[in-house]
């Protein structure tokens, strides 16, 4: 019976790692580890969808790239409002029209990004994510070489890289969380115990905990 719950034991470590069941301070946790603490907390816990949705490490990704979208097409709607203005200088219209493209650009990355998380694929999403901040690196070496710099946009354009990065952050924490719990079902596997329970037959009890358990974890987490 110690076996069985031993076992059972790695299975409950194992499915917190695999499914990413979050508590209630997995936001915290994963925020500690930002450039910007308050900012990355405050932008993921203001979203409505926050409360309820962020039940797990992907879950929380998606608000994080979403807060960041949010952000950029409150900017991209800043910039056409300075646009609109008929006595802009040529230079500095110029330089806002190039940072409107950057933004497009980026929060279509970003929807990418999104895209990439619900597929699960990882790698991607780093891909679109650092395509987004580069964009908007752009848009800030526009204003700080032009004519037309923007204090304003610079100070946008800060805030949605921080944010940007705050996703970067979590998805890379998600990537190693998933090592190490590839990595601990090795061990686990190759075992001397697993091996002498696999001959016994206890291990076929142990599977079936481990897959009971694993349903619950599942039936928990989409709700």
């Excluded at 940007?164 to 001397?192: F, G, P, Y």
Aim: proline share 1%; glycine share 4%.
């Amino acid at each position: 019976m110690k076996q069985s719950a031993g076992v059972l034991f790695l299975c409950i470590v194992l499915i917190s790692f695999v499914t990413g069941n979050a508590n209630s301070g997995m936001i915290s946790d994963l925020c500690k580890h930002s450039d910007d603490p308050n900012l990355c907390l405050s932008s993921i816990t203001s979203r409505p969808e926050s409360g309820e949705f962020a039940g797990t490490s992907n879950q929380i990704e998606i608000i994080a790239i979403s807060a960041a979208s949010a952000n950029a097409s409150a900017t991209s709607s800043y910039i056409k409002q300075k646009l609109s203005n008929e006595d802009l200088e040529p230079a500095i219209e110029d330089t806002l029209e190039d940072c409107q493209k950057n933004y497009q650009d980026a929060v279509e990355q970003l929807d990418d990004s999104i895209s990439a998380m619900l597929a699960d694929a990882h790698t991607d999403v780093d891909v679109w994510l650092s395509a987004a901040i580069s964009a908007i690196e752009s848009c800030g070496s526009a204003l700080g070489s032009r004519a037309g710099n923007d204090a304003e946009l610079s100070q946008r354009n800060e805030v949605f890289l921080k944010l940007c990065k705050n996703a970067l952050m979590i998805n890379k924490i998600h990537d190693q969380m998933k090592v190490i719990s590839e990595w601990l079902l090795i061990q686990v596997e190759e075992s001397d115990e697993v091996v002498s329970w696999k001959r016994s037959g206890l291990i076929n009890q142990v599977d079936i905990e481990c897959t009971q358990f694993y349903d619950k974890a599942e039936k928990n987490t989409s709700h």
